[in-house]
């Protein structure tokens, strides 16, 4: 009897914390849970962390992440409407708001990213295919100088919308949509735009013949201002060797008549000695070893050798 009774209580017990096990459960932070009972919904959506109960073995909780989610789309080429065809690189981010709703209307994760290609990838298309490129690729606030060599029909052109209102476009255009399957579309980004291979190949022959010639522009440009600049050295060093010149004739006049002034007063002082000395010059730059000169004795030349004068 007390055999039996044990083994009844601990079947009990058993019973119990299977029961417990099964009923209590754990909502991590971050996350929401749905309780479903029989694939049926039942209440309001769980949100707050923490400890819950259900009806065990009855009831079922399904897990959802509360925190923002990512969505990437694959790149797709996509005409603008200036007949430009690019690859356009978008990603969202997006969070389950009604987990309810979602639930019914979703049931998980992968099956929402695909319900988010289909209407992203629509939405995108739809807006670029409105704008063109240049409003693809710019953002609204743009003030460049210069346009892309793309484009030919315009050296300026304004900036109607821009990439960031043609995202914010996107954003609301699907925002209108996602809500009937429970989610929030946070916001939609252009993560790259890019051209097809036909239009890269013109885009860069474009982009380097535009170079060369403003390469080409420089180069002329700088030897226009090497002429000039060599122009106006030649021109100062010809100023500059003139007025040397006129400097070196003035101080060289000047020195020829203190010379022949000194020279004057030299002679006026004492005319013999002067004309003595005078003499003795000519005298050595007229003789030398191997000279013989014959002169008459009368000659003024004779008149220093003649020792009887």
């Known amino acids: 009897m007390h055999k039996i009774v044990r083994i009844f209580l601990i079947a009990v017990v058993v019973a119990l914390i299977v029961t417990a096990l099964n009923g209590f459960y754990i909502l991590p932070e971050g996350q929401q849970a749905v309780i479903t ?25 399904t897990f959802f992440e509360k925190r923002i989610l990512i969505w990437d789309g694959d790149p797709n080429q996509i005409p603008t409407n200036d007949k430009t065809f690019v690859y356009l690189d978008v990603t969202a981010r997006w969070r389950i708001a009604d987990p309810l709703l979602f639930l019914q209307a979703v049931n998980n994760v992968t099956r929402a990213q695909s319900i988010l290609d289909d209407i992203l990838d629509g939405t ?54 996602t809500p009937q399957y429970g989610i929030e579309l946070v916001d939609v980004m252009f993560k790259r735009v890019n051209y097809i291979d036909t239009v890269q190949r013109k ?10 010639r403003i390469a080409a522009e420089k180069r002329s ?20 060797t003139s007025a040397a010149t006129r400097e070196a004739q003035e101080i060289k006049g000047k020195a020829d008549a203190q010379a022949t002034r000194l020279y004057a007063e030299a002679y006026s002082k004492d005319p013999e000695f002067y004309s003595f000395y005078k003499t ?14 014959i002169i008459s004795s009368d000659s003024q030349f004779y008149k220093y050798l003649d020792s009887s004068r």
């Open 37 to 61: 009972q029989f694939g049926r919904p039942v209440g309001a959506p769980i949100t707050e962390a923490g400890l819950h109960f259900k009806t065990p073995f009855v009831q079922e909780a």
């Open 221 to 240: 440009m700088g030897e226009g201002q090497k002429a000039e600049i060599m122009g106006k050295v030649q021109r100062e060093l010809k100023e500059i």
């Open 203 to 212: 885009v860069y022959d474009r982009m380097i013949s535009e170079r060369k």
């Open 280 to 293: 003795l010059e000519s005298y050595q730059s007229s003789l030398g070893d191997n000279t013989r000169m």
């Open 124 to 177: 995108v298309r739809d807006l670029v295919n409105k704008n063109d490129l240049v409003e693809i690729i710019r953002s609204s606030d743009w003030a460049g100088a210069e346009l892309a060599a793309t484009d030919t029909r315009k050296e300026r052109e304004a900036i109607l919308l821009g990439r960031d209102k043609i995202e914010a476009l996107i954003h609301d255009s699907a925002s209108k949509v």
